[in-house]
């Protein structure tokens, strides 16, 4: 990207001539220059849109180019929100269908198990296991008229006063927990709540094929059950297919198309600004005959582009 902005302002700013220095004997001869037209009003037009200003200033081709680069990078940044939006609801129905608040909350104990294959990412810095109302990340979910939190993070510790209640044989032997408190719990799922059962651990109980009999042959055959532990950017976390396709072919999916729309975006932002330097320098040059600037490439050792050098005299 940083390449190609860069060749881009080159490009354009050389283009006047062969020993990259820009002079006023390049300009057209026309009635606009004659006139003296307002360098500022060159530069307000290209602003509002790329293009614009050199068309002020009579340099039609140039225009057109930084026209047809703002509208390229338009379609472009619409195009892959777009692809974002539709990954986002795929994976968004991926988590409805896969991820169960009563499956985390029956499930939640097994994993302070120490036999349990991912209870060692399940613990906390003096190995004791890790319940959700410790945890600064959150579920909220709406129960008998009331908005609650798996954490204790509000100074409300409801969830863990009720669950260490109706839980305690499964917390004290580490063990599912079969209750019907919260049968009628409906969860929030707002954006925190979609990242979060991907990216944090404590949430992993909720997903629908964590235990061996719920997951395929060939995931037991390759990690020895269908919950595992994989080192992802230098931490290790827990996963099963379920979690792994939802992270890593839905999400992340996602978040990358967004990227390249905001890259799109820093493109335009670019351009407008590109466009006005060159329709405001151009008029100046055209009313001065001692104006010119430079420009010149920077290398490395490597012979790889690394900035621009700019330079005006007059």
């Not at 399940?122 to 609650?148: A, C, K, T, V």
């Amino acid at each position: 990207m940083k390449v190609l902005i860069y060749l881009f302002i080159i490009s354009f700013l050389q283009s006047h001539s062969s020993d990259n220095t820009f002079k006023n004997e390049n300009l057209p001869k026309s009635s606009s220059f004659e006139s003296r037209n307002n360098a500022f009003i060159a530069l307000a037009l290209s602003a509002v849109l790329p293009g614009a200003g050199q068309i002020y200033n009579k340099n039609y081709k140039r225009g057109i180019a930084y026209l047809a680069i703002e509208l390229i990078n338009i379609s472009k940044r619409q195009k892959y929100l777009d692809r974002g939006d539709d990954y986002v609801l795929e994976y968004k129905n991926f988590a409805n269908n896969h991820w169960h608040f009563d499956k985390w909350i029956r499930d939640i104990s097994i994993y302070a198990d120490e036999t349990n294959p991912v209870n060692s990412v399940m613990l906390d810095p003096y190995n004791n296991f890790f319940y959700p109302w410790n945890d600064s990340h959150h579920i909220e979910f709406y129960l008998d008229g009331f908005l609650r939190r798996t954490n204790n993070s509000n100074g409300d510790d409801w969830f863990e006063n009720v669950y260490s209640s109706v839980c305690s044989e499964a917390i004290l032997n580490n063990q599912e927990c079969l209750t019907n408190e919260f049968n009628d719990a409906e969860v929030n799922k707002d954006h925190d709540f979609y990242e979060g059962i991907s990216k944090y651990d404590l949430f992993f109980a909720g997903w629908d094929d964590t235990r061996d009999g719920e997951c395929n042959q060939e995931t037991i055959n390759e990690y020895g059950s269908c919950s595992y532990i994989l080192l992802t950017n230098n931490t290790e976390n827990a996963y099963t297919d379920n979690k792994r396709y939802y992270q890593y072919e839905l999400r992340d999916k996602a978040n990358k198309n967004y990227d390249i729309a905001e890259n799109a975006l820093t493109f335009i932002f670019i351009n407008h600004a590109v466009s006005m330097l060159d329709a405001f320098i151009v008029n100046l040059a055209g009313d001065n005959s001692d104006f010119n600037y430079m420009t010149k490439p920077i290398y490395d050792d490597n012979i790889n582009l690394n900035g621009l050098e700019f330079s005006i005299q007059w």
